[in-house]
């Protein structure tokens, strides 16, 4: 009985400690610096205003502007993304990223998502920080691809859609959210 009662300790411990970590949210960071190639990028965690302004704007905007969703699984998204949060990992030097965060945040924006519960990350291309950001958001989360969208529920992440949907990224999303069946690209890359 008290072997019984120890493992349920631990295990409420991990399972509490878990929770925390996920839930763990970073403040701005707002980076933007220049790559060994005179780029700019945004580095951390940065606000979406940032996508929405200088060199970013040009492929954020049209991407954003011209990407029709299917209205249908829109409807169906509505109000179930509630009391979610949403990390999405992304580089502005990576061309799925610049595809694919346009068209994720419209989807979020039109799904009602509260975009405060959504956290942009911004990762390095650099050799000595790859696929890292300042503050390590990605510590522990196997981002090996970008854009990796993380969705979470009560601080657990229920599914991720790495670098490009399977199906398209709306019905990818509600495919999550219903916590169907959904292996995202490259499984989940141990």
Request: aromatic share 10%.
């Amino acid at each position: 009985m008290k072997s019984f009662s120890l493992m349920f300790t631990v295990l409420c411990i991990v399972t509490i400690q878990s929770s925390i970590l996920a839930q763990t949210r970073t403040p701005f960071a707002n980076i933007e610096v220049k790559n060994s190639y005179g780029e700019p990028m945004l580095l951390g965690h940065c606000d979406l205003s940032f996508l929405q302004q200088g060199v970013y704007k040009s492929w954020y905007q049209p991407g954003y502007d011209s990407y029709v969703p299917d209205s249908s699984v829109i409807r169906s998204l509505n109000g179930s993304l509630k009391g979610k949060q949403i990390d999405i990992f992304l580089g502005t030097w990576c061309g799925d990223s610049k595809r694919e965060v346009p068209r994720m945040m419209k989807i979020l924006a039109l799904s009602g998502m509260d975009l405060q519960q959504v956290r942009l990350i911004f990762v390095s291309n650099e050799a000595n920080s790859y696929k890292q950001s300042p503050q390590h958001e990605e510590a522990g989360k196997n981002i090996k691809r970008v854009p990796t969208m993380i969705i979470y529920e009560n601080g657990i992440e229920i599914g991720r859609i790495v670098e490009y949907p399977i199906v398209s990224l709306e019905k990818d999303m509600l495919s999550i959210i219903r916590q169907e069946k959904y292996v995202p690209n490259y499984g989940l890359m141990n």
